[in-house]
Structures are given as structure tokens and as C-alpha cells.
């Protein structure tokens, strides 16, 4: 085992590529290349949807069924190892498939074999990642993932892009003049 071996769960998100990019990062050491693996959580299926997975025949997935996602993060880590000049190693798996994952208790516990079957150190998490099992589940998944893993776990410091809606006023200027009325009766 070396601590130049990250393990990251990757969803859509505004900061995944930003997360990719840290992670790429990370891992080179002083003590040599490093090793990044991307791991996909399969998001829980209802029995029907799993039924028609298992009549289509065949245990292995096959490529169509590899996300998308992790060709777009495996392209997006090269392209920053290249540029750093470093040699790292990434990997890009799925886990969840063949069980249910239904909370952050389930998720981490899958996250942890995962880091001991492949002798994995750290753990860094996109700050919107949300595996599919709900609202996005980062806070609950790092206290689990505290509780159940021996290895190292930390946010990706990225810039999480803010969400700003104008203000709107949908009334007439009648209206406006109401509010303003009887909040400065209100005031006095």
C-alpha cells in the first residue's frame, strides 16, 4: 500500500471536473507515481428495472452499460496527468450493481471493501456528489465513511459555483405602493 492511492465516488455535479482535477493531482508522491480509481455507485433500482437487467442476459456488463460519466473522467484525468508531466495510474470501476445500496450506511460500507480489496489510503469526495439515493447525501456519507473506513477522508477544495435567482416583483406599481404603505404604518 502506498498513500498515493485515491479512491473517488464520482456523480454528476457542477465541481466534478474541478474534483477530478484535484485528485489527479494529489496523487503523485514523492514516493512515485500515483494511483486514482473512480468508482461509479449504481444508484438503487426498483425490482423491475433489475428484473429486465437480469433477462437481458449475462453477468459481466458490457461496454454499453459502463457509464458515460467514467469515459468523460477517465479522459478528463489523463489530459491533467499529461499536463503535470506525471505518470499515474486510473482506474475506473462500478460498485452496486449487483446490491442494493440504499443509504450512506450501505454506500460506505461498499466504499470500504472497495478500498481494502484494492489497498486504497485515501478517500476524496466531490463536495456535490450524490450517489442517487435521494438529496445529496455528502454530509451523512462523510460521517459514515468516518465511522467504517481506516482511511483517510477529505472534501475536493473546489469552488462550488453559487446559486443566485433574480428577484422578482410580479406586481403593478399599485401593489408596490400597498406594501410600502402599510409597512411604514407598520414602522411608525
Known amino acids: 500500500m502506498s498513500d498515493n492511492s485515491l479512491l473517488v465516488p464520482v456523480s454528476e455535479s457542477t465541481t466534478l471536473r474541478q474534483t477530478v482535477e484535484y485528485a489527479t493531482r494529489l496523487a503523485p508522491s514523492d514516493d512515485g507515481p500515483g494511483r486514482v480509481r473512480f468508482i461509479y455507485v449504481h444508484p438503487p433500482e426498483t425490482a423491475g428495472d433489475r428484473q429486465q437487467a437480469d433477462s437481458a442476459g449475462g453477468d459481466e456488463p458490457t461496454s454499453e452499460d459502463i457509464p458515460e460519466l467514467l469515459n468523460r473522467v477517465r479522459v478528463w484525468a489523463r489530459e491533467d496527468s499529461d499536463e503535470l508531466g506525471e505518470s499515474i495510474t486510473i482506474e475506473t470501476s462500478q460498485i452496486g450493481r449487483d446490491q442494493y445500496l440504499f443509504g450512506p450506511e450501505d454506500i460506505a460500507e461498499a466504499l470500504d471493501a472497495e478500498t481494502k480489496e484494492h489497498g486504497i489510503e485515501r478517500i476524496v469526495l466531490d463536495p456535490e456528489y ?11 456519507l462523510q460521517v459514515e465513511l468516518s465511522r467504517v473506513c481506516d482511511v483517510d477522508v477529505e472534501e475536493a477544495p473546489v469552488t462550488v459555483p453559487a446559486r443566485r435567482s433574480p428577484i422578482e416583483f410580479g406586481g403593478t406599481a399599485l401593489q408596490a405602493g400597498a406594501i410600502f404603505g402599510v409597512s411604514f404604518l407598520f414602522y411608525q
Open 130 to 140: 450524490d450517489p442517487g439515493i435521494g438529496a445529496p447525501s455528502l454530509r451523512p
